[in-house]
């Protein structure tokens, strides 16, 4: 079965600070990666993709790959409160048809 | 950018009843996709679509029926409420390839 894991946190960092988010996942055929927020009550977000090996990066958000250790990040630096949010990984496994394997999702918590 | 609506933010419905959820993406996607969300279990897939009229079990098919008679609208039918089926319903959409999918706004059903 194919699997995405997240630690469900919660992971505190104070304001300013860089926020380290983590997935690992199990198909190795894996083609795409995706990051998206999710806060309390609302609907995910998409806010980054990333195809190929190495790191992507969007304003203060940046996305690593590294398809040999199975693992993809999600680094946010000079974290604000209002990325408090629930943050889920994607993986396109790659084979047939083209459903995402979310993992559960990794809760993040800034202190001002 | 992608606009995915459903129909309802808010729906309360009692059991027994049959009950439609509703979906519209205005970028011509191929695959749309239902979704419920509960605590701690994270986002299942229930149906997807990926052309008019074809559909195919996700995860959680069962007590769930879906339709697909427009390329832009996809539905969700629960044939007859029943309390455990109280959740977030989310649908979204994506083109073909190794893409990310966009969400709606979601509908939170509560089933009496």
């Known amino acids: 079965q194919k699997e995405v894991e997240q630690n469900s946190g919660p992971l505190s960092v104070p304001e300013g600070a860089i926020a380290s988010l983590n997935c690992t996942y199990s198909?190795?055929?894996?083609?795409?990666f995706f990051w998206y927020r999710q806060y309390s009550g609302k609907s995910p977000e998409l806010i980054m993709s990333?195809?190929?090996?190495g790191d992507k990066e969007d304003g203060r958000f940046t996305a690593q790959l590294n398809k040999a250790s199975q693992y993809v990040s999600l680094l946010i630096r000079d974290s604000q409160p209002s990325d408090s949010a629930t943050y889920l990984c994607?993986?396109?496994?790659?084979?047939?048809?083209?459903?995402?394997?979310f993992g559960t999702g990794t809760r993040l918590l800034v202190s001002p | 950018d992608v606009k995915v609506t459903q129909s309802s933010r808010y729906l309360v419905k009692r059991t027994g009843e049959k009950v439609f959820l509703e979906c519209v993406q205005d970028?011509?996607?191929?695959?749309m996709f239902w979704y419920r969300q509960d605590p701690g279990l994270g986002l299942r897939l229930i149906y997807f679509?990926?052309?008019?009229?074809?559909?195919e079990k996700g995860d959680i098919p069962e007590g769930y029926s879906v339709s697909r008679e427009k390329k832009e609208r996809f539905s969700l039918i629960l044939e007859s409420a029943s309390t455990n089926q109280t959740s977030m319903y989310l649908c979204?959409?994506?083109?073909?390839?190794?893409?990310?999918?966009?969400f709606g706004d979601g509908t939170r059903l509560s089933i009496l």
């Open positions: 198909d190795r055929g894996s083609q795409s």
């Open positions: 994607a993986v396109n496994p790659g084979t047939g048809f083209q459903k995402l394997v």
């Open positions: 970028m011509d996607h191929e695959n």
């Open positions: 990333i195809y190929s090996n």
């Open positions: 979204a959409s994506s083109s073909r390839g190794n893409q990310p999918q966009h």
């Open positions: 679509s990926y052309d008019v009229k074809m559909k």
